[in-house]
């Protein structure tokens, strides 16, 4: 069965016409921002040919399948009256215009044919007494109706043999609906003489109305869906019943006659500027649609309504679109309200409870920018006969050491190599202790225990996520070889204050910096220090050469020691070492220690040589996004941004935030569950060393050891931060945070 898409499906026609669909066998997915709640869907909420979308019409690119598999759309969505048009005439536009002319470019690209539009016949204005068809002239005189006509004659301009608007022209509605209006002529009428035995005669009561039921309006609807399609291609039908229209003064004279014990009483102001009759032979010479229902069965209607009891106080702001929609506007977001557009956003459910993905494919967390220059690059070594350790190795070395700004580059196979070589080289041995952070990879603490010596965590800052430098010198002992300082994400460490600290005790700083390349410490980049610096170019860093590292050092003897450890501890040069005389011939190398196989190839150094030159632009891309995101969660209270003083510069290899667990109904982890169900890629960076089986129960560590590391290893998640993402990418990632934020919140 055809699947109709009824935006507002919710309100006071939707929820009528929803229902008779679902009676006529149609399936209907109900686009609604729900801002007068769900009540209204009762008892076809849980119907299987029902589906509820919660989302704003203004954001429709934060519902990329809305259209999928629909048939015909029905737009209903939108401010629907003139003071509630009036509240904010630039939002009546977004709404009421540039939303419609989305959703129907939408729809027109999706090959959904059919686009029934509902406009007013307040669109006429101050028309004249005779009866107006619908090619009078019109006479808009509210934001309302001006919106409603340009709408229509922007959907028109879209009509061609594969896209067929039809404009439906209601004449003020009236009856009895799950989603009810008090707002409406004959609906007040009605409730003023049962509730107050009052008729109130607005505006001077002269001017004229043509009135259509609730019921009949959601009939030429579906006709409209089911007429033959050349039949209403393009075209535009007042809605409502010749009999209907009346003079307000007539309305209320007839309201007295059926409520005889209310009194008719006039409310002074101005005359009302609208005033209209209209005709509505076309809809029943073409459609045959004959209205139904004349205004005294609308008041009856009513009355059944009071008599059994659905309405309690018809005053109430609910039943008043300009009231509710007003208190929500001064609302703050955090309770509901829309006070500035980025939040609206919240109100889309998040997919775990339902809704749509934030994006329409998955994001991953993160995907390498690999260009055509590495792939010629590597075509070129491999073609070379040269694949290991060559001439481009040499060359990625020179150059990086040049973009850093340090005396010596080494490159090996990652960065947990150059880690382990800077220990060996270091002299750290069996029994030694090395002080590292535990927030961070495993690599960073493996290679201490690979040298047999131990790792001393020292707990980090909670807001830069970084080694406290502050406690360090108390994890100093005699036994202290080496300070591994990570630099978490990109973010420097407090260098000065722990290079003072080795001064002072004498171990040597061995830098971490998997995450910083194209990282600043009070100007000086990182590489160019400390003893030795490590970097990472693993696929995920801020350049790749799928595995690889490299070790920069100021002295040119470690670099070399570097280079023979690296390469199972063979020297070419020991010859040179070990003999008096300069010897001729061939000399093969000697193992000088035993070494490791740590080299880098020249088929990962093409790829190496490339991403360095891009490194500029990718940081600035990185920059780019972590601004938007920074942009979009500074107001989410849930959201704590790690810190970032004034004399650090961050490489911004991850974008991490820290979520407060407390104000939320979800752990981290379900939180990465809802991301990934909404398409998002996330990670952990990172789950605190301490807190894992091995650590646990080598060393006897307790959570509270490191209060801050353990605190943080729960609440951080690092979002999708790449330079191959785009803004829309970035985009989906806040609406995905912020649709399960505020889902979640407690
Ligand atoms: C902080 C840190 N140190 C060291 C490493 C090890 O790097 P590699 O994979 O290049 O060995 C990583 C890897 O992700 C890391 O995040």
Same mark, same amino acid.
């Given at each position: 069965?055809?699947?109709?898409?009824?935006?507002?499906?919710?309100?006071?026609?939707?929820?009528?016409?929803?229902?008779?669909?679902?009676? &006529?066998?149609?399936?209907?997915?109900?686009?609604?921002?729900?801002?007068?709640?769900?009540?209204?869907?009762?008892?076809?909420?849980?119907?299987?040919?029902?589906?509820?979308?919660?989302?704003?019409?203004?954001?429709?690119?934060?519902?990329?399948?809305?259209?999928?598999?629909? +048939?015909?759309?029905?737009?209903?969505?939108?401010? =629907? #009256?003139?003071?509630?048009?009036?509240?904010?005439?630039?939002?009546?536009?977004?709404?009421?215009?540039?939303?419609?002319?989305?959703?129907?470019?939408?729809?027109?690209? &999706?090959?959904?044919?059919?686009?029934?539009?509902?406009?007013?016949?307040?669109?006429?204005?101050?028309?004249?007494?005779?009866?107006?068809?619908?090619?009078?002239?019109?006479?808009?005189?509210?934001?309302?109706?001006?919106?409603?006509?340009?709408?229509? /004659?922007?959907?028109?301009?879209?009509?061609?043999?594969?896209?067929?608007?039809?404009?439906?022209?209601?004449?003020?509605?009236?009856?009895?609906?799950?989603?009810?209006?008090?707002?409406?002529?004959? #609906?007040?009428?009605?409730?003023?003489?049962?509730?107050?035995? @009052? !008729?109130?005669?607005?505006?001077?009561?002269?001017?004229?109305?043509?009135?259509?039921?609730?019921?009949?309006?959601?009939?030429?609807?579906?006709?409209?869906?089911?007429?033959? %399609?050349?039949?209403?291609?393009?075209?535009?039908?007042?809605?409502?019943?010749?009999?209907?229209?009346?003079?307000?003064?007539?309305?209320?004279?007839?309201?007295?006659?059926?409520?005889?014990?209310?009194?008719?009483?006039?409310?002074?102001?101005?005359?009302?500027?609208?005033?209209?009759?209209?005709?509505?032979?076309?809809?029943?010479?073409?459609?045959?649609?004959?209205?139904?229902?004349?205004?005294?069965?609308?008041?009856?209607?009513?009355?059944?309504?009071?008599?059994?009891?659905?309405?309690?106080?018809?005053?109430?702001?609910?039943?008043?679109?300009?009231?509710?929609?007003?208190?929500?506007?001064?609302?703050?977001?955090?309770?509901?309200?829309?006070?500035?557009?980025?939040?609206?956003?919240?109100?889309?459910?998040?997919?775990?409870?339902?809704?749509?993905?934030?994006?329409?494919?998955?994001?991953?967390?993160?995907?390498?920018?690999?260009?055509?220059?590495?792939?010629?690059? %590597?075509?070129?070594?491999?073609?070379?006969?040269?694949?290991?350790?060559?001439?481009?190795?040499?060359?990625?070395?020179?150059?990086?050491?040049?973009?850093?700004?340090?005396?010596?580059?080494?490159?090996?196979?990652?960065?947990?190599?150059?880690?382990?070589?800077?220990?060996?080289?270091?002299?750290?041995?069996?029994?030694?202790?090395?002080?590292?952070?535990?927030?961070?990879?495993?690599?960073?603490? #493996?290679?201490?225990?690979?040298?047999?010596?131990?790792?001393?965590?020292?707990?980090?800052?909670?807001?830069?996520?970084?080694?406290?430098?502050?406690?360090?010198?108390?994890? !100093?002992?005699?036994?202290?070889?080496?300070?591994?300082?990570?630099?978490?994400?990109?973010?420097?460490?407090?260098? +000065?204050?722990?290079?003072?600290?080795?001064?002072?005790?004498?171990?040597?700083?061995?830098?971490?910096?998997?995450? =910083?390349?194209?990282?600043?410490? /009070?100007?000086?980049?990182?590489?160019?220090?400390?003893?030795?610096?490590?970097?990472?170019?693993?696929?995920?860093?801020?350049?790749?050469?799928?595995?690889?590292?490299?070790?920069?050092?100021?002295?040119?003897?470690?670099?070399?020691?570097? /280079?023979?450890?690296?390469?199972?501890?063979?020297?070419?040069?020991?010859? @040179?070492?070990?003999?008096?005389?300069?010897?001729?011939?061939?000399?093969?190398?000697?193992?000088?220690?035993?070494?490791?196989?740590?080299?880098?190839?020249?088929?990962?150094?093409?790829?190496?040589?490339?991403?360095?030159? @891009?490194?500029?632009?990718?940081?600035?891309?990185?920059?780019?996004?972590?601004?938007?995101?920074?942009?979009?969660?500074?107001?989410?209270?849930?959201?704590?941004?790690?810190?970032?003083?004034?004399?650090?510069?961050?490489?911004?290899?991850?974008?991490?935030?820290?979520?407060?667990?407390?104000?939320?109904?979800?752990?981290?982890?379900?939180?990465?569950?809802?991301?990934?169900?909404?398409?998002?890629?996330?990670?952990?960076?990172?789950?605190?060393?301490?807190?894992?089986?091995?650590?646990?129960?080598?060393?006897?560590?307790?959570?509270?050891?490191?209060?801050?590391?353990?605190?943080?290893?729960?609440?951080?998640?690092?979002?999708?931060?790449?330079?191959?993402?785009?803004?829309?990418?970035?985009?989906?990632?806040? %609406?995905?945070?912020?649709?399960?934020?505020?889902?979640?919140?407690?």
């Amino acid at each position: 069965m055809a699947t109709i898409l009824v935006t507002g499906g919710a309100g006071y026609v939707g929820c009528v016409l929803c229902r008779m669909l679902l009676e &006529a066998g149609y399936q209907v997915r109900i686009f609604d921002r729900l801002y007068f709640g769900e009540d209204p869907l009762e008892g076809i909420i849980s119907n299987p040919d029902l589906e509820l979308v919660r989302g704003d019409i203004r954001r429709l690119d934060d519902f990329p399948h809305l259209l999928d598999d629909v +048939d015909a759309v029905v737009h209903l969505a939108g401010l =629907a #009256n003139d003071p509630s048009c009036d509240l904010d005439p630039e939002v009546s536009l977004d709404v009421n215009i540039t939303a419609t002319r989305r959703l129907a470019e939408r729809a027109k690209e &999706a090959g959904i044919e059919r686009f029934i539009f509902s406009s007013s016949c307040s669109v006429y204005g101050r028309g004249e007494v005779d009866l107006l068809a619908e090619d009078s002239e019109k006479k808009p005189v509210s934001v309302y109706a001006m919106t409603k006509l340009t709408a229509e /004659r922007e959907l028109c301009d879209l009509a061609d043999d594969k896209f067929a608007p039809v404009i439906l022209r209601y004449a003020t509605l009236f009856g009895p609906s799950p989603r009810m209006r008090f707002d409406l002529a004959v #609906n007040q009428l009605a409730a003023g003489a049962i509730k107050k035995r @009052k !008729i109130l005669v607005f505006q001077g009561g002269r001017q004229w109305r043509p009135f259509v039921h609730v019921q009949d309006a959601a009939r030429a609807c579906i006709m409209s869906i089911e007429a033959p %399609v050349g039949k209403v291609r393009g075209d535009v039908f007042n809605v409502g019943r010749d009999d209907n229209n009346w003079q307000i003064v007539e309305l209320a004279r007839l309201v007295k006659e059926r409520f005889p014990e209310a009194d008719l009483e006039e409310v002074p102001g101005d005359e009302d500027r609208r005033s209209y009759r209209v005709s509505f032979g076309k809809i029943r010479e073409m459609l045959g649609f004959e209205a139904k229902y004349t205004v005294e069965d609308g008041l009856e209607h009513v009355r059944e309504m009071f008599d059994d009891g659905v309405i309690a106080d018809p005053e109430a702001d609910i039943y008043f679109n300009v009231r509710l929609l007003s208190k929500l506007r001064d609302m703050p977001a955090v309770t509901g309200g829309e006070p500035t557009s980025a939040r609206f956003i919240p109100f889309a459910y998040p997919s775990i409870a339902g809704g749509e993905p934030a994006s329409a494919h998955y994001l991953p967390f993160v995907s390498p920018s690999i260009g055509e220059e590495e792939e010629q690059e %590597v075509l070129d070594t491999l073609r070379s006969g040269w694949l290991t350790t060559g001439p481009k190795v040499g060359r990625f070395e020179r150059q990086f050491a040049e973009y850093v700004g340090a005396a010596n580059a080494v490159a090996v196979s990652s960065c947990t190599a150059a880690l382990h070589l800077s220990l060996v080289a270091a002299g750290v041995s069996p029994g030694d202790e090395v002080i590292t952070s535990p927030l961070t990879w495993a690599a960073t603490a #493996n290679v201490v225990i690979h040298q047999g010596a131990t790792p001393v965590f020292v707990d980090v800052d909670r807001s830069t996520l970084n080694i406290d430098p502050a406690l360090i010198e108390r994890a !100093i002992g005699p036994k202290t070889k080496a300070i591994i300082p990570v630099h978490i994400a990109g973010l420097p460490c407090e260098m +000065d204050a722990i290079q003072a600290v080795a001064d002072k005790h004498g171990p040597c700083v061995i830098e971490d910096a998997a995450h =910083a390349l194209g990282a600043q410490y /009070r100007g000086k980049n990182i590489g160019t220090i400390s003893e030795f610096t490590c970097f990472s170019f693993y696929p995920i860093k801020n350049i790749t050469t799928i595995e690889g590292g490299m070790i920069t050092v100021a002295e040119e003897g470690i670099a070399d020691r570097l /280079r023979v450890l690296s390469n199972f501890g063979m020297s070419k040069d020991a010859w @040179k070492r070990y003999s008096k005389e300069q010897p001729s011939g061939y000399h093969p190398p000697e193992v000088v220690y035993p070494g490791y196989k740590y080299n880098m190839t020249d088929v990962q150094a093409s790829l190496g040589l490339h991403q360095l030159e @891009k490194l500029a632009g990718f940081i600035a891309a990185r920059e780019r996004y972590a601004q938007v995101y920074d942009r979009a969660f500074a107001d989410v209270d849930e959201i704590e941004l790690p810190a970032l003083p004034a004399h650090l510069k961050h490489a911004l290899h991850l974008y991490i935030i820290i979520l407060d667990i407390d104000r939320l109904k979800i752990t981290r982890n379900e939180f990465i569950d809802a991301l990934r169900a909404e398409n998002i890629g996330a990670g952990i960076h990172f789950v605190s060393l301490h807190l894992h089986q091995y650590y646990r129960e080598r060393y006897g560590f307790r959570p509270d050891d490191f209060p801050n590391a353990n605190y943080l290893s729960d609440r951080i998640i690092s979002l999708p931060l790449y330079p191959k993402m785009t803004e829309k990418n970035a985009h989906d990632v806040i %609406v995905a945070v912020k649709k399960i934020i505020n889902h979640a919140r407690k």
